[in-house]
């Protein structure tokens, strides 16, 4: 390439790549001024924009009425089952929502649409990059297409939901902890816990593999990340953990509080004995395979997180169908592990496997678009097929790889 040309790339470039944000969010624009109140944007959007014009406490009772006004047009009837539309998200969080309270809603909720897409691509590459895939260019693509088309991506963006936000912070630690940057993997990984149900068994099990492999600066910066910021967010509003919980606790009767195991169990009968059981087993199962990750070894350590992500998505209370984008880590860690092992001959079995599952989600789940359940088949069934997976690749993800490192030909 000529000087020219390189110079005209580094100018075009930048220029095409704000033109795209730029009509990305035109689009955005356009379609919440037609979309419905009710999301999970809105909530939040009015606890931040309380806190961050009127120092009022985005957990103050009147802060959900309003929210609760704009979605029904009344105050929330918690008897019939209804939303009551809290902040509920840790104070942290109004870091994110608060300086878009100074947008109009329109442009607030359009540009929020906009960081959700383009967070989507961002953690799908994030976890390639953290599972270490050298893929090929049509698997990249293939992947990337998924991360949006599938039924979670579409759920994410119509409810606004925080999860692909939690799916960037979440894939950068994982991908900066792999790289070794300790400093940022652990800083990126206290961030998490803005999300805490889809991000607290990762955050548990890395501190522990980090205090036994004797990655100590990464637990220093995970502990200097958590005392910065829940220690920074309790000097700005010191009553706010006391404030959230009994926002949680009107929560406690509604649907929207079970894990899918917990809705799995009240589908079966069983009741909260059966979610109890269903969720001792898978835990007391994740913190044996803690035990066994723990000397420290990488691959050991992605596979077993990728398991954890799963299963915490199975057992931790609010269990929506957006936090299942989460699910794409396991599914790197899955792909990458067939890749390693079959090369570029996965690529046509690995896109059509991805069509297919994407097709699925979206089948299940139709009723969803009426207002109906969340599908039981996709919230437990689809975690269920990945932790299946998982096992598939098991032994080539890092036992048979460990020899091979070594040299050991493996069959």
Excluded: C
């Excluded at 929502?97 to 961002?122: N, V, Y």
């Excluded at 059509?352 to 069934?381: K, Y």
């Amino acid at each position: 390439m000529s000087a020219f040309l390189r110079v005209a790339a580094r100018v075009v470039l930048p220029i095409v790549l704000v033109g795209l944000v730029l009509a990305l969010f035109y689009a955005n624009l356009e379609y919440v001024t037609r979309a419905p109140a009710r999301n999970d944007f809105f909530p939040r959007w009015e606890g931040g924009r309380a806190w961050i014009r009127a120092q009022e406490s985005p957990y103050d009772p009147a802060v959900s009425e309003r929210s609760q006004q704009r979605a029904y047009g009344r105050p929330a009837n918690e008897q019939r089952g209804e939303d009551p539309l809290h902040f509920l998200y840790p104070f942290p969080a109004v870091a994110i929502f608060g300086p878009l309270g100074w947008l109009a809603e329109d442009q607030a909720h359009a540009l929020w649409m906009s960081l959700l897409e383009i967070g989507l691509f961002a953690a799908t590459w994030l976890w390639i990059r953290a599972a270490q895939w050298r893929t090929s260019v049509w698997m990249t693509v293939s992947i990337l297409g998924f991360s949006v088309l599938w039924y979670p991506a579409f759920a994410t963006l119509v409810s606004a939901q925080f999860a692909a936000m939690e799916a960037v912070l979440l894939a950068g630690a994982v991908a900066a902890i792999q790289a070794r940057r300790e400093a940022l993997g652990g800083l990126l990984l206290a961030a998490t816990l803005m999300k805490p149900q889809v991000s607290l068994g990762i955050v548990i099990y890395t501190a522990i593999w980090a205090l036994v492999s004797r990655r100590r600066q990464l637990l220093g910066w995970l502990l200097t990340g958590l005392v910065v910021v829940f220690g920074g967010s309790l000097l700005l509003e010191p009553g706010w953990p006391a404030q959230m919980a009994r926002q949680a606790f009107d929560y406690l009767e509604l649907p929207v509080f079970l894990s899918p195991l917990g809705r799995l169990s009240a589908w079966l009968g069983t009741g909260q004995v059966g979610t109890l059981v269903l969720t001792g087993l898978l835990f007391v199962y994740l913190v044996w395979e803690w035990k066994e990750s723990v000397p420290g070894e990488a691959r050991r350590f992605l596979w077993t997180a990728g398991l954890t992500q799963t299963i915490a998505l199975l057992i931790l209370p609010f269990g929506t169908v957006p936090n299942l984008i989460l699910l794409l880590f396991p599914i790197a860690v899955v792909l990458e592990a067939w890749y390693a092992r079959q090369g570029s001959a996965i690529d046509a079995p690995a896109g059509i496997m991805l069509l297919v599952l994407a097709g699925g989600t979206w089948l299940v789940s139709l009723g969803q678009l009426e207002g109906g359940d969340p599908s039981l088949v996709l919230l437990v069934g689809l975690p269920l097929a990945t932790i299946v997976a998982l096992f598939w690749v098991r032994w080539w993800s890092f036992r048979a790889r460990e020899g091979a490192d070594l040299g050991v030909r493996i069959p």
